[in-house]
């Protein structure tokens, strides 16, 4: 899966595109109930497999948990003990993300799509550092992208150090979903209590924190059968197996936990740190509006004219911008593959409702005429692959001029693979002095019917301080 996102290799990416079908969100999200149906039983057979074999940021969670327990001290002085499963706010996350997932907001269920998050830790965070060590120019995609990136990774990596799986048992809406079918899955850790000397050595390596000695019993909700217990227990005691051993001599009883216990124990939250939050998360539109407003006195300065597209340009594929919109999850697998660095995680240009959707931006690069990258790759059918030939019909956007700031150097011209831009003679009334008599008497001229937005004329504009032509994305 790291490999499938930071490969600089285009074919070995289409070679491993295969991963990200495998993962359970993409399905949901591209409606293949057969891949589906297939997770869902082996989840009833073997439990949640797919969290310990297939989920890379379960994977994630168990290099940082094995990190600090790979030294004997630490292990001794932090051990894993049973806590109680939290059903009512890992449920309450899993209804809460189908519910906006259902109502069109996609922002939560991208933040906590584990697929997902992966894909903008590898894109935004290890990318670059792949990109600089083979020489390749390094381009950060998105601030916010490469901010999101950053605090997932942190507060993985944190809560695994400290807790192991708690991240997968109370927040991560897939293993949520996964615990219900778990509950009764076929094969399941059953603890022989003839042979069980109660060392609890499978309680403090339990990384799920989901075996309870009080009475002998492994959640199979919360266990992502590691085997982490068995191989830990020197009586042989926990065994992978179908069958539940019952006690020759039945002396056990259930002890209910006490309440009023560090589990329980209300979460406080730093005051500061919340209104300081607020207070920045508030202050972006005040800044991005300042940002604007500079700009436009910049241009009316210089007696250029600002130009800002009216709908960001989406990849192509997509059957339709809302069709889009429901079922991207803003991996970034396709970012991570654009050949030119065209495609960025967008953050407020397709609402607030979906952050870090891929959206193009052709000041950093054009989308190639001839590659169909990004629809091979995409897991969730957000875009729908294409060929070459149907590439080259497919329409984006469509560019457009703005005559004050055309110089007529005609590269536009010249960098139009489907020969749409030409030049006419500028009308004499709008043709500034100082300009009389150079070749700026000419101005780009789009032919807007043929046109399909690619922006390699938006990429090669040389007019500063602003561009004079720009692509317009459709709806």
């Keep these: 899966m790291t490999l499938l996102f930071t490969s600089l290799n285009a074919r070995l990416a289409l070679a491993l595109g295969w991963g990200g079908r495998l993962q359970i969100f993409p399905l949901a999200m591209s409606g293949a109930v057969t891949a589906l149906a297939a997770w869902l039983i082996v989840t009833v057979i073997f439990g949640r497999v797919y969290c310990s074999s297939a989920c890379p940021l379960g994977t994630i969670q168990d290099i940082f948990a094995h990190i600090p327990r790979h030294r004997r001290d630490w292990r001794a002085r932090h051990p894993y003990h049973f806590a109680d499963a939290n059903n009512k706010l890992r449920y309450l996350v899993l209804l809460t993300v189908v519910a906006a997932g259902i109502g069109g907001v996609a922002i939560l269920p991208s933040l906590l799509d584990p697929y997902s998050a992966f894909g903008r830790i590898c894109g935004e965070l290890l990318l670059p550092v792949v990109e600089l060590i083979g020489g390749k120019e390094v381009a950060i995609g998105s601030l916010s992208a490469f901010f999101v990136a950053l605090v997932t990774i942190v507060t993985v990596g944190f809560f ?26 076929l094969f ?26 009080a009475d002998h019993l492994v959640d199979p909700s919360r266990c992502v059968v590691c085997f982490d217990c068995v191989d830990v227990c020197n009586e042989g005691a926990i065994r992978y197996t179908t069958r539940r051993k019952r006690l020759s001599i039945p002396m056990l009883q259930r002890v209910q936990p006490k309440v009023g216990t560090a589990a329980n124990a209300p979460v406080r939250i730093d005051r500061r740190r919340f209104i300081a939050t607020g207070l920045l998360v508030a202050a972006t539109p005040a800044l991005s509006a300042i940002a604007d407003t500079a700009a436009r006195a910049q241009a009316a300065d210089s007696g250029k004219r600002l130009m800002k597209p009216t709908h960001p340009v989406a990849p192509p594929g997509r059957r339709s911008m809302a069709d889009f919109l429901e079922r991207c999850t803003g991996c970034g697998l396709c970012v991570a593959h654009c050949p030119t660095n065209a495609l960025r995680p967008s953050t407020n240009q397709l609402g607030w409702l979906h952050p870090l959707r891929p959206i193009m931006d052709y000041d950093r690069g054009r989308c190639e005429f001839d590659c169909t990258r990004c629809t091979d790759l995409c897991p969730t059918g957000a875009l729908t692959p294409l060929t070459v030939d149907e590439k080259h019909i497919f329409i984006i956007g469509h560019a457009k001029v703005e005559t004050a700031n055309c110089i007529g150097c005609g ?15 500028r009308p004499a009334s709008t043709l500034p002095d100082d300009y009389r008599g150079s070749r700026s008497e000419y101005v780009a001229v789009v032919d807007t019917d043929n046109c399909i937005g690619c922006g390699a004329c938006q990429n090669v504009c040389p007019a500063t301080p602003f ?6 994305g459709i709806i």
């Design 411 to 425: 590269l536009c011209v010249s960098n139009c693979p489907k020969h749409t831009i030409s030049l006419k003679l």
């Design 160 to 185: 695994s150090w400290r807790r192991g799986r708690i991240i997968c048992n109370t927040i991560c809406p897939v293993g949520s979903a996964l615990s219900i079918p778990a509950r009764w899955s």
């Design 188 to 213: 399941h850790f059953d603890i022989d209590t003839d042979l069980c000397v109660n060392c609890r050595a499978c309680e403090h390596a339990c990384k799920s924190q989901c075996i309870s000695m």
């Design 467 to 472: 561009k004079a032509i720009i692509v317009d």
